[in-house]
């Protein structure tokens, strides 16, 4: 078993609509967590840190639960540039250990 | 500027070649990591260094070498190139410690003929 997972998606969405993300770890010792941004053919971008109970910057949200081991990213009023894969990683032994990927299509 | 950056951005070499991708921080990060992302896989680590001088295996080591004789550089060096190393490299530094947010260089595409 992988040790973090993500659906690989795509996640087709309108413009405006509310998408979420989930990402399971099986690491439990981890204390960090994150969300990357990658466009095709691009490095991975961070885009957010998850500590303790989350964070939010702007229409992103990121959430953690310790208990069932999983971290949500939710996008608010996406938009066709918010278009791209979303990577979660978790930072157990300050090694980073990345999902797949979740495909985010956001059509007009 | 400063930064990671990862040379070359494309390369294709021969079956059998050893080949090195380069890999250079100026943050003065303390450590620093190897992956390789295709299709269906995600981002493998493949080495890792803790400090100038430590090294260690990620993932998936095999057929890799690396070095870290100064901290702002970690070359990875393909012994014996082959196909199935035809991937995107991708190097990234973090400071280390219980955040340890990782930066990505440019990544360096590598085809295998």
């Known amino acids: 078993r992988k040790e973090v997972e993500q659906d690989p998606g795509p996640f087709n969405v309108p413009e405006g609509a509310t998408v979420a993300f989930n990402c399971t770890y099986s690491?439990?010792?981890?204390?960090?967590f994150f969300w990357y941004r990658q466009d095709c053919r691009k490095e991975p971008k961070l885009l957010m840190s998850?500590?303790?109970s989350g964070n939010e910057d702007g229409r992103f949200t990121a959430q953690l639960n310790r208990a069932s081991q999983y971290i949500s990213l939710l996008i608010r009023d996406s938009k066709l540039s918010d278009s791209a894969t979303y990577l979660c990683?978790?930072?157990?032994?300050?090694?980073?250990?990345f999902g797949r990927g979740t495909s985010l299509i956001v059509h007009p | 500027d400063a930064g990671i950056t990862q040379s070359p951005r494309y390369k294709i070499t021969e079956t059998g070649r050893q080949v090195t991708l380069m890999c250079h921080q100026t943050?003065?990060?303390?450590?620093m990591f190897w992956y390789r992302q295709d299709l269906g896989h995600g981002l493998r680590l493949i080495y890792y260094?803790?400090?100038?001088?430590?090294?260690d295996k990620g993932e998936v080591p095999d057929g890799y070498v690396v070095s870290r004789s100064k901290t702002e550089n970690f070359p990875l060096t393909l012994e014996s190139a082959t196909r199935s190393q035809t991937s995107v490299y991708f190097c990234?530094?973090?400071?280390?410690?219980?955040?340890?947010?990782?930066?990505f260089g440019q990544g360096t595409r590598l085809t295998v003929v």
């Open positions: 990683a978790s930072g157990g032994s300050y090694i980073p250990t």
């Open positions: 690491n439990s010792a981890s204390q960090s």
């Open positions: 998850v500590y303790s």
């Open positions: 943050w003065s990060h303390s450590y």
């Open positions: 260094s803790a400090a100038a001088d430590i090294t």
């Open positions: 990234a530094s973090s400071e280390g410690g219980a955040g340890g947010e990782a930066f």
